[in-house]
């Protein structure tokens, strides 16, 4: 895909396109829709801080903060117009707007325990990831969950082909091999990846990753936790005991 847009026609293509952000949150949008279940299905339990990333004009911004009115939430956007409005409309005290884009600077002290990208890493240009990696890395705490809606390849594909007019200055192709890579630049692990069918089968995919840097004290537990759990472990051992028994006699008995 294009990988040479500047970033003056970048932003350029977005404040151009504000009217389009301002029908979604006007309108219902079931892209947005979607990727909203997705967004309070793998939340972190309220999380405190929060960051979108290529927030437009704030409408997923605004039902966080509606959703969680004691985090704080920070969104963030190349487009200048798109953060005019967003600060218009949305901002407060627990609600915030930048004009920038992420890199390991973007923030100085600030550590979020959810960090959003709707349908915004596709249109990062490869040259660009490292840089935006190394601020995840940097950025999202551990148990924090970063969160993505992505068309598919094959959703870019045919938009090329038959709606060429709809592809942006950089629209990148988000494969497996892709999430895997942003996945260990930035320290999380895929605990989640789903197809949806938006407007056509399969044709965005939800990604979400979780930072864990105890990993033996999450996955590794000696006893379980409650009596009910303790009681299914026996049961448990139980039944595989007498099922080792069935089999052997079964095989006994047929090969003599």
Known sequence: MEEKANRENVVSYYDEHVQHKLNDYIKVNPRIEFAWKTILDNAPANPPYILEVGCGMGNVSSRMHKRWPNANIIGIDISTLSIQIAQ???????????????????????????????????????????DVHAALLKLLRNKGRLILSVPTPHNLKWSLKNKPETMQPVDE????????????????????????????????????????????????????????????????????KLSSFIRRYQVRKKLG
Do not use: C
Request: aromatic fraction near 12%.
């Open 173 to 240: 192709h988000i494969s497996y091999e892709v999430i895997g890579k942003l996945a260990a630049d930035t320290g999380t692990e895929v605990i989640s990846y789903q197809l949806k069918n938006v407007w056509n089968v399969g044709d965005y995919a939800h990604i979400v990753l979780e930072k864990n840097d105890d990993f033996e004290a999450a996955f590794f537990t000696s006893k379980p936790v409650t009596a009910m759990e303790r009681a299914n472990r026996i049961a448990g051992k139980l039944n595989a």
């Open 88 to 130: 218009k409309l949305f901002a407060d005290d627990k609600l915030t707007f930048r004009e920038t884009i992420l890199t390991p600077d973007t923030f100085k002290d600030e550590q979020f325990d959810l960090i959003i990208f709707m349908d915004v890493y596709e249109h990062i240009a490869v040259n660009d990831r490292p």
